[in-house]
Structures are given as structure tokens and as C-alpha cells.
């Protein structure tokens, strides 16, 4: 699996430093796709680049984390097994998708973003999670949950802070409030909230 990792800048906020840092955004990795004019922030870290598709002007703000997982090789930790696992990832993101600071997707197997898509900061997008079933073993040590796709239609927004869970579809063009935290489909045109979010109002 191919690690592309740039972790270790200082942000600085002289005219030469913002220079350097853009430089680095415009340094993409070895993406499957790549439209013009995407901007991948830094520092950032992204795994199996070769597996994600960006349309022409995508940016990802700094501290962006794109974990696309392809294997978990057999571990054994004081005779305590990690079973082995395959999966086979993608991460498309459509054209002119904007997220801010932080943004983090986890993808064991699909994850689909339109476009014209904003997010703010800290936003998390993952489908898959570590099983908890053995009381007796630590989460980190337990199989990943099988993949649930996840689809964010064209033109939606997504506020600060918001996770969306595995196997969830959020309808293009709508909006998602600052905190929420995702568990079920969100109708297109729709304006939902809370933990866990429920739709307040249906526009359209």
C-alpha cells in the first residue's frame, strides 16, 4: 500500500511561507484521476492515492487525512490475533468540492462526494468502524465492520464538525448543521441536525 505522508510543516504566516505551503497544495499525490486546478492542503496524509478520483478544482484544506485502507495484515500481540482482511476502496470527489481544515474519510470500500459539495472544518466521513463484539480484546485490535457505502449528492453542505456513519446517503443539496452527527439517509433539499441528525425541513 502506497503512504503518501507530508505531516512535519509549521504554519508560519510570512508572505514566503503561505508561498511554500501553496506549492505543497498544487504537489499532489499520484491520484487515480485529477481534474485541473485541485489543491490537497498540508500538512496531509494520504494512503493508497492511486485509489481516489478528484474532479478539476477540488481543494481539501490543511490537516487533510484520506485513509483508504486495502489490507490489515495478521497481527499478534501477546498471542492475541488480528484477523486478516482484504478490502478494495474508492474515493471519488466531485468537481469543485470544497472542505475545510481537518476533514478525515475513512473507506474501506466506497465513498462517492458530488460535486459543488461544501464542507467546514473537522468534518469525518467513514464506512466502516472497528467491531467491539469481544469485551475481552481492545477495539483497536478487533476486525473492521464490513463496508457500508456512503453518497453525498451534488451541491450539499455539511457544517462544522459534522460525522457522517457508514451506509448513510445525505440527497444533494442538502444542508447539514454544524455538530451533527449522521445515522440515516437525509432527504435531497433538506435541512437536518443534532446527534443524531433529523431532518427539520424538507425544501422543494
Known amino acids: ?16 511561507g503561505w508561498r511554500a505551503r501553496r ?5 499532489l499525490p499520484a491520484f487515480a484521476r485529477t481534474g485541473p486546478g485541485c489543491l490537497v492542503g498540508w500538512p496531509r496524509t494520504v494512503t493508497a492515492p492511486e485509489r481516489i478520483t478528484l474532479g478539476a478544482g477540488v481543494v481539501l484544506g490543511d490537516g487533510v487525512w484520506l485513509a483508504l485502507t486495502t489490507d490489515r495484515p495478521l497481527q499478534v500481540t501477546q498471542g ?15 468537481a469543485r468540492t470544497r472542505f475545510g481544515r481537518d476533514l478525515t474519510i475513512g473507506c474501506l470500500g466506497h465513498v ?8 467546514g472544518d473537522r468534518v469525518l466521513i467513514a464506512d466502516s468502524h472497528h467491531e467491539y463484539q469481544d469485551p475481552d480484546r481492545p477495539v483497536a485490535r478487533q476486525p473492521m465492520a ?6 453525498i449528492g451534488a451541491g450539499a453542505f455539511l457544517g462544522t464538525g459534522v460525522s457522517v456513519n457508514p451506509g448513510v446517503t445525505i440527497g ?15 432527504p435531497a433539499h433538506a435541512h437536518a441536525a ?6 427539520l425541513r424538507t425544501y422543494g
Open 23 to 27: 506549492r505543497r497544495a498544487r504537489n
Open 112 to 119: 462517492t462526494i458530488g460535486a459543488d459539495v461544501w464542507g
Open 194 to 199: 443534532g446527534a443524531p441528525a433529523r431532518v
Open 146 to 151: 464490513a463496508a457500508r457505502p456512503v453518497t
Open 80 to 94: 492475541d490475533a488480528i484477523p486478516p482482511q482484504d478490502f478494495d476502496p474508492r474515493l471519488v470527489i466531485g
Open 172 to 186: 444533494p443539496g442538502a444542508v447539514v448543521g454544524a455538530g451533527a452527527v449522521v445515522t440515516r439517509d437525509v
Open 1 to 16: 500500500m502506497l503512504v503518501h505522508r507530508l505531516s512535519d510543516c509549521v504554519r508560519d504566516g510570512t508572505a514566503g
